[in-house]
């Protein structure tokens, strides 16, 4: 491996970190703030710093122009929506585990709308895993009384809505800089969350920001989380490809599952434990491809 992909891994696995652990704080947040609040604040917070570090202004054209605002919204409004009302509904580590099944969409929908990215037989394979993986995550050995339905669904909602983001990233052809990239993403993501939260009658109340810990995860959430990880992940997306970075976003319930027992004393059964390992196990076969095998004869043609 070389050093300077050496310094792209690290980018990815840094990113990978860091937003395992945003479901955490996600959660502390949820007991100050509603899930919109949270969403409009991160994003503001994200906005403002993007524009301070590169405020310059790129001319687009109309279909660039709308694909970031399907960017905004897939990647950025309906993606963290889905996700921080699932939180509220169901468990910090259900919502990393499930959104793991991301990748898995990812190669559907890009099987059934692209050309160059069909699916092979693995990825089948680890797709039926992992949806079973799904169902145990999902159910979690209570199939009466303590189900959160609604929040798991919301969570498999936003595992498509970020695989739909992903292929819609691939149109851009690194056109414009990851700086620019996450702040059109985010500035579209503001403007079509703005609505909602207005719709929802809430009010900026400015003695919840004093509290140092309330500022403290929703700085991390916007700078370290959206700002600094959109930008590190474009980064190593650019260098090593989707395939090769995309293998990091197999960490991600692991971590998620770390800081949820650690912090929020979470407990995981046996039907969870199991569920996330079929997860993990079929994520992975999904992106396992045979390599053509050399023989004697073409060994020495060559």
Same mark, same amino acid.
């Given at each position: 491996?070389?050093?300077?992909?050496?310094?792209?891994?690290?980018?990815?696995?840094?990113?990978?970190?860091?937003?395992?652990?945003?479901?955490?704080f996600?959660?502390?947040?949820?007991?100050?703030?509603?899930?919109?609040?949270?969403?409009?604040?991160?994003?503001?917070?994200?906005?403002?710093?993007?524009?301070?570090?590169?405020?310059?202004?790129?001319?687009l054209?109309?279909?660039?122009?709308?694909?970031?605002?399907?960017?905004?919204?897939?990647?950025?409004?309906?993606?963290?929506?889905?996700?921080?009302?699932?939180?509220?509904?169901?468990? =910090?580590? $259900?919502?990393? *585990? &499930?959104?793991?099944? @991301?990748?898995?969409?990812?190669?559907? #929908?890009?099987?059934?709308?692209? %050309?160059?990215?069909?699916?092979?037989?693995?990825?089948?394979?680890g797709?039926v895993?992992?949806?079973?993986?799904?169902?145990?995550?999902?159910?979690?050995?209570?199939?009466?009384?303590?189900?959160?339905?609604?929040?798991?669904?919301?969570?498999?909602?936003?595992?498509?809505?970020?695989?739909?983001?992903?292929?819609?990233?691939?149109?851009?052809?690194?056109?414009?800089?990851?700086?620019?990239?996450?702040?059109?993403?985010?500035?579209?993501?503001?403007?079509?969350?703005?609505?909602?939260?207005?719709?929802?009658g809430?009010?900026?109340?400015?003695?919840?920001?004093?509290?140092?810990?309330? =500022?403290? $995860?929703?700085? *991390? &959430?916007?700078?370290? @989380?959206?700002?600094?990880?959109?930008? #590190?992940?474009?980064?190593?997306? %650019?260098?090593?490809?989707?395939?090769?970075?995309?293998?990091?976003?197999?960490?991600?319930?692991?971590i998620?599952?770390?800081?949820?027992?650690?912090?929020l004393?979470e407990?995981?059964?046996?039907?969870?434990?199991?569920?996330?390992?079929?997860?993990?196990a079929?994520?992975?076969?999904?992106?396992?491809?045979?390599?053509k095998?050399?023989?004697?004869?073409?060994?020495?043609?060559?």
């Open positions: 491996m070389k050093n300077k992909d050496m310094m792209y891994h690290m980018m990815a696995l840094l990113t990978i970190g860091i937003w395992g652990t945003t479901f955490v996600t959660k502390i947040l949820l007991e100050v703030f509603s899930p919109v609040e949270i969403m409009l604040y991160r994003f503001l917070i994200t906005y403002v710093t993007l524009m301070v570090i590169h405020p310059k202004f790129d001319k054209s109309l279909k660039d122009e709308g694909l970031f605002i399907l960017l905004g919204v897939f990647g950025g409004s309906l993606y963290f929506l889905t996700e921080n009302i699932a939180l509220h509904l169901t468990s =910090a580590s $259900n919502v990393g *585990f &499930l959104l793991a099944t @991301a990748p898995i969409f990812t190669a559907l #929908l890009a099987h059934l709308f692209t %050309k160059d990215e069909k699916m092979s037989k693995n990825i089948w394979i797709f895993i992992a949806m079973l993986g799904v169902f145990l995550v999902m159910f979690n050995g209570n199939f009466i009384l303590k189900l959160s339905p609604l929040g798991d669904v919301l969570s498999i909602a936003a595992a498509l809505s970020w695989a739909l983001y992903t292929l819609l990233l691939k149109k851009m052809d690194h056109k414009y800089t990851p700086i620019y990239t996450t702040r059109k993403v985010y500035f579209y993501a503001i403007l079509t969350i703005i609505p909602v939260f207005l719709a929802s809430y009010t900026v109340q400015i003695h919840k920001f004093m509290n140092i810990a309330v =500022a403290a $995860n929703l700085l *991390f &959430l916007g700078l370290a @989380a959206s700002a600094l990880g959109f930008i #590190l992940w474009n980064i190593a997306v %650019k260098h090593l490809g989707a395939v090769k970075t995309n293998n990091y976003i197999y960490l991600n319930p692991v998620t599952l770390i800081g949820a027992v650690w912090i004393h407990r995981l059964t046996l039907y969870s434990t199991l569920g996330s390992g079929l997860i993990l079929g994520v992975y076969l999904s992106q396992h491809r045979k390599t095998t050399v023989t004697i004869n073409e060994t020495i043609e060559a």
